[in-house]
């Protein structure tokens, strides 16, 4: 089987094709909502945006610092990237940008991207307790040495992406690495960008090319078939053409720990960017404990994992607090739900433990707006006696908009 393309990279192809000089058409775009919601913001900007058919799209870059200012507020949708990236771009554009976002994403922290891009020069107002709408106004900006404290490739790249325009030389050191495919993508543009250790060094301005990119598949939806094979006795699953970018793959190793059998193999390299074959095969049940020092390059696995742990093994997470400001409260919501199936779950506050010795039964359970969520409890739900209800469960078009098709194929 094969996975829709990335959403870390579509988001930042997307961005950047709209800053590079001349058009780039993307391949294998990612279908979900949220990069869907990239685009018409994009597009808000006074960039043109084709979509000639499933999964392309053409970007008619406007050049470097070419956005023009928006007739309205910009909406972000569900997207957290979204709006935290646009940021960094808007931070140097000489006008004023109202973003928004869907309920889900009013309720999410946007100081820490607030923070830099303002020690950078820009002025940015938001609601009460740091978040959405944010209301950015940009100009010319100076360079930061910025030392987060926190691991965010977010962040990361919304400062980036303001350095990009900015004259001399803006450093990002983080406490942990973090997903790098955005400077990757720069590179794929064209940009000079220099990566040492946990620091990333850029030096603007810089202008961009456009290209024709493929995105590979993304590995944090390969997750849910991936963890469902680890976990159910008999299984197999094959995945092909999957970004297997380093910083994406420690889920990997886990499902390894977890007792599984896991080959990859990279194929192919687009734009920076390792692609290629995994193959899980479930084998056996051991017990899982993910670390603070684990979570940041599983951030995004951590619920498909929890679901996976039902079947047997058990889960510890701890360091995992950064989960209570997702899509939902990704702790509370993620237990809560598990509970309702079945589980011998609790709730810590960082993180969370499943107790292995207890078969689900299933029963309803309510996505709350999350994505990850409801893939989530449907994964788990293959292992319960009875059937599973899923509250919401159309959400999943968020990131995997065929994921229920999918998994019926699967289990066919
Ligand atoms: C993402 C980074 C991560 C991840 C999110 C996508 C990205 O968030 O959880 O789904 O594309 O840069 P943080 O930067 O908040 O850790």
């Known amino acids: 089987m094969t996975v829709p393309g990335d959403k870390s990279i579509s988001h930042r192809y997307a961005m950047l ?180 250790d946990h620091t990333v060094r850029l030096t603007g301005p810089q202008r961009l090319t456009a290209r024709a990119l493929q995105v590979p598949g993304d590995l944090s939806s390969a997750a849910f078939p991936a963890a469902a094979a680890a976990a159910l006795p008999g299984s197999e699953v094959t995945i092909d053409a999957v970004g297997l970018n380093s910083t994406r793959t420690a889920l990997l190793n886990v499902l390894r720990r977890f007792g599984a059998e896991v080959e990859m193999h990279v194929d192919t390299r687009v734009a920076g960017e390792p692609m290629g074959r995994i193959t899980v095969r479930h084998q056996r049940y051991q017990p899982l404990t993910i670390t603070p020092a684990d979570v940041p390059e599983l951030i995004d696995e951590l619920p498909v994992l929890a679901a996976m742990a039902t079947f047997g093994g058990g889960l510890t997470v701890s360091g995992a607090g950064e989960l209570r400001v997702k899509e939902s409260d990704r702790i509370s919501s993620l237990v809560g739900g598990l509970r309702a199936l079945g589980a011998d779950a609790t709730e810590a506050p960082d993180g969370f433990t499943i107790s292995p010795l207890r078969q689900l039964t299933g029963g309803r359970v309510d996505a709350h707006g999350d994505h990850r969520l409801a893939m989530a409890f449907a994964i788990a739900g293959l292992g319960a006696s009875g059937p599973t209800t899923i509250d919401g469960a159309d959400i999943v078009a968020v990131s995997y908009p065929g994921f229920f098709a999918d998994l019926e194929r699967l289990r066919a």
């Open 17 to 196: 094709a709209a800053l590079a000089d001349g058009a780039s058409t993307l391949t294998n775009y990612a279908p979900g909502a949220d990069c869907q919601s990239t685009l018409s913001c994009l597009e808000a900007l006074g960039v043109q945006v084709e979509r000639p058919g499933p999964g392309r799209v053409t970007i008619s870059g406007r050049g470097l610092g070419g956005l023009r200012a928006p007739t309205g507020p910009v909406n972000c949708g569900n997207s957290g990237t979204t709006m935290r990236l646009l940021s960094g771009l808007l931070a140097a554009h000489p006008f004023v940008t109202t973003l928004i976002g869907d309920a889900s994403l009013t309720g999410r922290p946007m100081r820490r991207v607030m923070a830099p891009l303002t020690e950078m020069g820009a002025h940015i107002e938001s609601a009460e307790g740091g978040r959405p709408p944010l209301v950015v106004s940009g100009g010319a900006l100076h360079p930061i040495a910025f030392a987060p404290s926190t691991p965010s490739a977010q962040v990361k790249s919304a400062v980036l992406l303001a350095a990009l325009h900015t004259a001399g030389t803006t450093t990002v050191t983080e406490p942990a690495r973090t997903r790098d495919h955005t400077e990757r993508a720069l590179a794929a543009f064209g940009v000079t960008v220099v990566c040492e």
